[in-house]
């Protein structure tokens, strides 16, 4: 069906990842920098050229736009989503793609910075790729793949379905969020201006992964306060909160209950942050787990912890306050279960092998899903993302045109 078309993912994917879309953590506005409207304002632009309806690019960064729907049947409306910032762990500035067609196998070194170095040891996946394209950054940036690739393949999607009218679909919502990087990318969505009943993201890594399940999440601050004293005369009386959480983070255990020593379905506390002064000081965690319910335990075990430390201490006093930054979506998908029925029967059209795994983070679409709209994540083909060493195969990109092509179409399918 979609062999013979000439897709426009790759020279729009080169196009957007030229524009620096970085999100700040610090900004308390919305989006949290300008310059990620440079991308989504040439995003709506393209829609409108493209004849989608309704086409949107809000004060906060969103993008919204409507594929009519062509058919006699009553289909629920469905949105295609990705966000258009880039990280702010590595720069985005000033990106140089590289095309490197039909890629030998052999290490890529990257020409800015000869340290820069792919290779299948380090990458294995790259082997899959050997004698296809892939597309990676210069040596100084990150590439930008996330989640620009998922931008790229929603677009190239929109191509199609506007140039191939014999495709049958319902109505079809896109969708474009800012800052999802540092945690805002639902924090002035409109889903009434949205309209749909059912979501995909496309912010998923390797060919086939289908994922519909996320981290539980939430955010923890330990806060210390000490007793201050002039330091040339603190004896017996001056107790140094910076000194006791320095003793808490050493009391954390070496071997668990961290990100570097846990993996699979595992669930951690990490120490994100430290701020404060000799009276007063604070450090901040993020607190993870599949299975919602264990957050609470590992909160308690954290203060546990924290509260021993302080204990050891005359006149310091602590408090932990703990805040819901997001929930497993999974926990909503399971009452939609068509939702990623159809995206797996998507994926086995286009002839791939479901790969359905949870993922150690939290997408848009999780806070999505408890937002009212059930929303799992597809593939995009994104690899070593935040990094200078980010990569994308070609024919991820134009494989998930494809499967969003068949998506559609299923839901026109199972329509009445």
């Known amino acids: 069906m979609i062999a013979n078309y000439k897709h426009t993912v790759v020279e729009r994917f080169l196009e957007y990842v030229q524009i620096d879309t970085q999100s700040n953590p610090n900004s308390t506005t919305h989006p949290t920098t300008e310059k990620q409207k440079n991308l989504s304002n040439l995003l709506a632009q393209q829609l409108v050229l493209l004849g989608l309806q309704d086409v949107v690019a809000d004060e906060y960064g969103y993008v919204y736009a409507t594929i009519p729907s062509n058919t006699t049947k009553k289909v629920p409306v469905i949105c295609f989503c990705s966000h258009v910032d880039t990280a702010p762990d590595c720069s985005g500035n000033n990106v140089k793609p590289i095309f490197h067609a ?58 199609y379905l506007t140039t191939h009218s014999s495709i049958k679909h319902g109505t079809i919502k896109i969708l474009f969020t800012p800052d999802e990087e540092v945690g805002q990318g639902t924090a002035k969505i409109n889903l009434e201006k949205l309209g749909a009943d059912f979501a995909y993201t496309l912010d998923g890594g390797e060919l086939g992964t289908l994922e519909d399940e996320t981290f539980s999440a939430d955010g923890a601050t330990i806060t210390v306060h000490g007793v201050i004293a002039h330091p040339g005369y603190a004896k017996n009386k001056l107790v140094n909160a910076l000194k006791i959480v320095g003793e808490i983070l050493a009391s954390l255990p070496e071997n668990e209950f961290s990100p570097e020593t846990t993996d699979g379905r595992q669930g951690f506390v990490h120490p994100t942050a430290i701020e404060g002064i000799a009276e007063k000081a604070s450090i901040n965690f993020i607190v993870r787990d599949f299975e919602t319910s264990k957050l609470k335990e590992h909160e308690q075990r954290l203060e546990a912890i924290a509260q021993k430390v302080v204990a050891k201490y005359k006149g310091a006093t602590m408090q932990m306050d703990v805040f819901e930054q997001y929930r497993n979506m999974k926990e909503v998908l399971d009452k939609y279960p068509q939702v990623v029925e159809h995206a797996a029967k998507a994926y086995k059209r286009a002839g791939l092998n479901v790969i359905n795994e949870p993922i150690r983070g939290g997408t848009d679409g999780s806070r999505l899903s408890f937002m009212g709209l059930p929303c799992p994540n597809l593939f995009t083909g994104m690899q070593a993302i935040h990094s200078k060493n980010e990569w994308i195969g070609v024919k991820d990109m134009e494989k998930a045109v494809e499967v969003l092509v068949h998506l559609a179409q299923i839901w026109e399918e199972e329509g009445v």
Do not use: C, F, R, W
Request: proline share 3%; glycine share 8%; charged share 20%.
């Open 102 to 159: 039909n890629y030998s196998g052999n290490d890529i070194i990257l020409p800015d910075d000869d340290n820069q170095i792919l290779s299948i040891q380090k990458y294995p996946y790259l082997k899959e790729h050997i004698g296809n394209s892939i597309i990676t950054a210069s040596g100084k940036t990150l590439l930008g793949a996330d989640d620009k690739a998922g931008v790229a393949i929603i677009m190239d999607m929109v191509n």
